[in-house]
């Protein structure tokens, strides 16, 4: 069982940035992935990471903006996030992936799930 807890949401300006962690029981071999929920919407991809970190994918509102990066000495993977915009705001969660690199959009393909964090962005 992989248990993840997320943290770093929060209130930010339009144009500012946040960093999201998200710590897990442990890492295992896991690729890694972030969605978020707004409010009266469907959850959706938001990025992924392999579980060597050498590869990573994102959903084409976030790219350029958003960088996902992991480090498995210390069980965490990170969302940084910049140039924050009003449609970014979200609850935001992390997921272990397992069904392989070729499911990393698939929310279904995610056995894991952390508890959420919450980013709101002020316009």
């Known amino acids: 069982q992989v248990q993840l807890v997320e943290s770093g949401g929060g209130l930010v300006q339009g144009g500012g940035s946040l960093r999201l962690s998200c710590t897990t029981s442990t890492f295992g071999n896991y690729h890694m992935g972030w969605f978020r929920q707004a409010p009266g919407k469907e959850r959706e991809f938001v990025a992924a990471i392999s579980w060597r970190g050498g590869s990573t994918y994102y959903a084409d509102s976030v790219k350029g903006r958003f960088t996902i990066s992991r480090d498995n000495a210390k069980n965490t993977v990170y969302l940084q996030m910049s140039s924050l915009k009003a449609e970014d705001t979200a609850v935001y969660y992390c997921?272990?992936?397992?069904?392989?690199?070729?499911?990393?959009?698939?929310?279904?393909?995610?056995?894991?799930w952390g508890q959420g964090t919450q980013v709101t962005v002020s316009s």
């Open positions: 997921a272990a992936n397992t069904g392989g690199w070729g499911t990393v959009v698939v929310m279904n393909a995610y056995g894991y």
